[in-house]
């Protein structure tokens, strides 16, 4: 650890990550720790599976590991620096329409990537998204990646969208965790709360949070719609 002079900790990722001067790669780097609570019980599934993820990942908006050390029983994930987190970006500022559509592009390619080699990251929050200065969108925490299986809170997306019904989702009153969550009724919310981004960038909006997996856009046919297409080509 002689080669890293630790600066602060960032805050993200539970206050386990440092800002530090690495010596020998001559930048700075990102340092997130895992601590071995137990010798016998070897790493953390978490940071088993972070480390083996990103060595075979290699995509310009997912972080880049770049070294691995041990130091004190604690795992040292060495990767590259980026000072904020899009949370802070959305406390800080509000974003023009031009960088939702840059932010969104970059988030969803990334996706589409992860999706095409079978991972779900399953933790994508604004505080997992990282935002360089020059705009770049890098996605970290992969510590609860998986392959698809999973269970999310369904009921707080039904209470914007609506519980689904057999006209929406054919088949869907089989399910019997159905019958444990009230009904909601349809709300406007994607017009009245985000009239700036026009009727494209609602459209959009409405077939990524469809409820009907059937209907629902994927990543990669998302970077094809008119709401992203139209601005590239503006460009």
């Not at 997130?32 to 310009?60: F, N, Q, T, V």
């Not at 985000?194 to 077939?207: A, N, R, S, T």
């Amino acid at each position: 650890m002689k080669r890293f002079q630790k600066k602060y900790k960032l805050g993200y990722a539970y206050d386990r990550v440092y800002y530090a001067w690495d010596s020998e790669l001559l930048c700075d780097v990102a340092l997130k720790r895992y601590k071995l609570e137990d010798r016998d019980e070897g790493l953390p599934c978490g940071a088993i599976r972070e480390m083996s993820l990103l060595k075979s990942l290699s995509h310009p908006n997912v972080i880049r590991l770049l070294d691995v050390v041990y130091h004190d029983a604690s795992i040292y994930l060495v990767m590259n620096f980026t000072r904020r987190t899009l949370m802070k970006v959305l406390e800080d500022s509000f974003l023009s329409v031009d960088e939702v559509r840059s932010y969104l592009t970059q988030i969803l390619a990334a996706v589409a990537f992860l999706h095409a080699n079978d991972i779900i990251h399953a933790n994508l929050a604004p505080s997992h998204i990282l935002v360089g200065q020059n705009g770049l969108i890098e996605l970290i925490s992969f510590e609860y990646a998986r392959a698809p299986a999973l269970r999310g809170r369904d009921d707080l997306l039904f209470e914007l969208m609506g519980t689904p019904n057999e006209a929406l989702w054919p088949g869907i009153g089989g399910y019997s965790l159905l019958r444990n969550i009230p009904f909601f009724p349809p709300q406007p919310w994607i017009t009245d709360y985000f009239p700036m981004i026009g009727k494209e960038g609602q459209d959009l909006l409405g077939k990524l949070l469809a409820l009907n997996p059937r209907h629902r856009i994927t990543a990669k046919r998302a970077l094809e719609h008119p709401y992203l297409s139209s601005a590239e080509e503006q460009r």
